[in-house]
T-cell receptor
Framework: DSGVTQTPKHLITATGQRVTLRCSPR?????VYWYQQSLDQGLQFLIQ???????AKGNILERFSAQQFPDLHSELNLSSLELGDSALYFC?????????????????FGPGTRLLVL | GENVEQHPSTLSVQEGDSAVIKCTYS??????FPWYKQELGKRPQLIID?????GEKKDQRIAVTLNKTAKHFSLHITETQPEDSAVYFC?????????FGKGTMLLVSP
């Protein structure tokens, strides 16, 4: 158990709908990362938050958005869902840094949310 | 930004053989290189990491080597066992976050 929790574990919805995925980081971690993993695909980095602020952006669609709350949990919102959005969505957390290169940025992954769009 | 290439994409070995997975990175300022193992349907888990002030690190049957000049690092697994079968991801630290390779599926046959 990494200490990172994600809810829900599974989500089945229809095209055009909107869903929210939730992540709670390890105690003491300030950074939260979101990844998308489709079948036979690697880990596609979506977005990173550090202490409530967006720190880095990857290949995140405009239909997707995220935020990190004062208690450091994070939510990933996926809207106008398409069949191709079906994937495993992982959240990871790390200690995080205020600036500079992330030398000690071991990321601990949550169990993931499996999203199926029908 | 950082770019990480990982090879091979699939690796099949017999139980007891060694397995080697190689990664190259583009940003010479990268100085932290973790490896993750992901079993089917599970989360990626850190198995070993190396920082740029060392050239090699070992943990039982797993070792990682780093060549900063050539900008590549490798994962070595000796005496492979069926439970080593999984997808392995390498990563390098860019500015603020990690950049992952595309993964190597390791299949260990009994």
């Amino acid at each position: 158990d990494s200490g990172v929790t994600q809810t829900p574990k599974h989500l089945i919805t229809a095209t055009g709908q909107r869903v929210t995925l939730r992540c709670s980081p390890r105690s003491g971690d300030l950074s939260v990362y979101w990844y998308q993993q489709s079948l036979d695909q690697g880990l596609q980095f979506l977005i990173q938050y550090y202490n409530g602020e967006e720190r880095a952006k990857g290949n995140i669609l405009e239909r997707f958005s995220a935020q990190q709350f004062p208690d450091l949990h994070s939510e990933l919102n996926l809207s106008s869902l398409e069949l191709g959005d079906s994937a495993l969505y992982f959240c990871a957390s790390s200690v995080g840094i205020t600036s500079g290169r992330a030398t000690d940025q071991t990321q601990y992954f949550g169990p993931g949310t499996r999203l199926l769009v029908l | 930004g950082e770019n990480v290439e990982q090879h091979p994409s699939t690796l099949s070995v017999q139980e007891g053989d060694s397995a080697v997975i190689k990664c190259t990175y583009s940003d010479s300022a990268s100085n932290y290189f973790p490896w993750y193992k992901q079993e089917l349907g599970k989360r990626p888990q850190l198995i070993i990491d190396i920082r740029s002030n060392v050239g090699e690190k070992k943990d039982q049957r797993i070792a990682v080597t780093l060549n900063k000049t050539a900008k590549h690092f490798s994962l070595h697994i000796t005496e492979t066992q069926p439970e080593d079968s999984a997808v392995y991801f390498c990563a390098a630290n860019g500015y603020s976050t990690l950049t992952f390779g595309k993964g190597t599926m390791l299949l260990v046959s009994p």
